[in-house]
């Protein structure tokens, strides 16, 4: 596939998504891992082998096994991006490498939460991500998680209310978005959710970059805007992320779950300490926040 670092489109749009093919040969022909003719020749070996497709085109050389876990990606509307995409950063391990480890993992976490937050109840769309210290991987679990819900077809936004992180540790890094307006600018008043991108090759995510960062953070997230956004965004969306701050050096964490009133709390092994975690739990508790889990982030 070719790279693509062209923004999505605008949150609200409707996204262009390619109808399934017919077949994974028409599929792997489309995007150009098969010519025509190559065709006839796997069909040939399939019946005389009476083999799959796939293992056919496999056996005859002519594609990998992970065009073939493309292909069925594409048969049955499970997105993905090709390992030479580079429209997105490589640390977005659920988008490119979605049966690794890493990728069931995460499938894991997700049935989890479907289990303890996001049960259909309308009130239940909104789960804030913290952690209690910088580089515990938060913003990296927040990410993936937002690409394997829309992955299950779930109308997914990832907002990046972490006001103060450099552009090179933030949601807009990870996703390649352009230098451009975002949560901050709503919050002062000059934007809405067309902000948001849609995410090319994921087609069921949507991105809210943090935007440029204000002198001001705390008091923009205090603001009833930020309560009319966030009501907003569940009328669009199934399931929405909110990554933070570092709960430890910081109040904004906290503000911010209150708004949507659950968090998941991110830790890092052989790194968070113990106590800095239960101190950002018991202060996300004492506000009404429910904590819904934790995470052990190894990577």
Do not use: C
């Not at 005389?48 to 990606?73: C, M, T, Y």
């Not at 429209?87 to 995460?106: C, D, H, M, R, T």
């Not at 002198?215 to 009501?231: A, H, S, T, Y």
């Amino acid at each position: 596939m070719t790279s693509n670092r062209t923004p999505g489109s605008a949150l609200g749009s409707t996204p262009q998504v390619l109808a399934p093919a017919k077949s994974i040969g028409d599929i792997l022909v489309a995007t150009g891992q098969l010519q025509p003719h190559d065709l006839q020749s796997i069909l040939e070996v399939q019946q005389r082998e009476h083999i799959p497709f796939g293992q056919a085109a496999v056996a005859l050389k002519l594609i990998s096994e992970d065009d073939i876990n493309f292909a069925l990606s594409k048969q049955f509307d499970y997105a993905y991006l090709d390992a030479e995409d580079s429209s997105v950063s490589p640390q977005l391990i659920a988008a490119y490498k979605p049966f690794s480890p890493v990728g069931e993992n995460l499938r894991a976490l997700r049935s989890q939460l479907q289990l303890r937050w996001f049960n259909g109840d309308v009130r239940r769309k909104i789960l804030t991500v913290v952690s209690p210290a910088k580089g515990d991987g938060r913003s990296f679990i927040t990410a993936n998680l937002a690409v394997v819900f829309a992955q299950q077809g779930q109308r997914t936004l990832l907002i990046d209310a972490d006001l103060r992180a450099k552009l090179q540790n933030s949601q807009q890094a990870l996703f390649q978005m352009p230098r451009a307006a975002g949560l901050s600018s709503i919050l002062a008043g000059r934007g809405g959710l067309e902000l948001g991108k849609l995410v090319r090759g994921l087609p069921h995510l949507g991105v809210l970059p943090a935007g440029a960062i204000p002198p001001n953070p705390q008091e923009l997230l205090g603001r009833p805007v930020f309560d009319k956004l966030l009501k907003r965004a569940a009328d669009m969306f199934d399931v929405i992320l909110i990554d933070t701050p570092s709960g430890g050096d910081y109040a904004d964490a906290e503000i911010i779950a209150a708004r949507g009133g659950a968090a998941l709390m991110v830790a890092r092994k052989n790194r968070s300490l113990v106590p800095e975690a239960r101190a950002l739990s018991a202060r996300l508790q004492d506000g009404g926040v429910t904590l819904v889990g934790a995470v052990l982030n190894d990577a």
